[in-house]
């Protein structure tokens, strides 16, 4: 299986801003969806965006008009741009598609 890296991740302050990144291959973003999840100490992993091939996208409540989720078939990569950051959204962040393994995810952390 396919597994996919994650990278992007860092501290910044509440109301900071973070670009991850996540790289596949072989057009896999052009075929199938391509999710962002995170998980929390202590909290269960969450999905936080997802994004079809042709576009379509899903966010959580919690972060609606705050993140942005793309892919880039050119680049074989995804992002979440994450914007107005808040200290709930401190976790272990991991991309995810359809025959994948897990990575290792990338750290964000919001902090003052």
């Known amino acids: 299986q396919v597994q996919l890296v994650e990278s992007g991740g860092g501290r910044v302050q509440p109301g900071g801003s973070l670009r991850l990144s996540c790289a596949g291959s072989?057009?896999?973003?052009?075929?199938?969806?391509v999710g962002w999840y995170r998980q929390a100490p202590g909290k269960q992993r969450e999905l936080v965006a997802s994004i079809t091939p042709d576009g379509g996208a899903y966010y959580v409540d919690s972060v609606k008009g705050r993140f942005i989720i793309s892919t880039d078939s050119t680049k074989d990569t995804a992002y979440l741009q994450m914007n107005s950051l808040k200290p709930e959204d401190t976790a272990l962040y991991y991309c995810?598609?359809?025959?994948?393994?897990w990575g290792q995810g990338t750290q964000v952390t919001v902090s003052s």
């Open positions: 072989k057009s896999r973003f052009s075929t199938f969806w």
């Open positions: 995810h598609s359809p025959l994948t393994t």
